[in-house]
Nanobody, 121 residues
Framework: QVQLVESGGGLVQAGGSLRLSCVAS????????MGWYRQAPGKQRELVAR???????NYADSVKGRFTISRDNAKNTVYLEMNSLKPEDTAVYYC???????????????WGQGTQVTVSS
């Protein structure tokens, strides 16, 4: 009943910007921490950024100063603003969220389907 749907990926030149969005939908009682991860070909999935319900953030060293994570609790949405993009940022980007759904007894971690970000040199 609960889904995460992300959008905003695409092809951009080095130095450009993209804004990713991920919307949680369904019978949601509460959203706790939310985050963005990425996975490049041949590499493990890695943390990009996370944000708590209250707005505290954590970033990977590789994206600090370039990426900004934010959320709109009224819209059940998390965003990732990516600036000064580099070719090494190329990856499939996934959002996740710790979701307490109606009918559930606890929070459960859910993942979006992923969106491709490609940065050309």
């Amino acid at each position: 009943q609960v889904q995460l749907v992300e959008s905003g990926g695409g092809l951009v030149q080095a130095g450009g910007s993209l804004r990713l969005s991920c919307v949680a939908s369904g019978s949601i009682f509460s959203l706790n921490d939310m985050g963005w991860y990425r996975q490049a070909p041949g590499k493990q999935r890695e943390l990009v950024a996370r944000i708590t319900y209250g707005g505290s953030t954590n970033y990977a060293d590789s994206v600090k100063g370039r990426f900004t994570i934010s959320r709109d609790n009224a819209k059940n949405t998390v965003y990732l603003e990516m600036n000064s993009l580099k070719p090494e940022d190329t990856a499939v980007y996934y959002c996740n969220a710790d979701i307490f759904a109606y009918g559930s007894s606890r929070y459960n971690l859910r993942w979006g389907q992923g969106t491709q970000v490609t940065v050309s040199s």
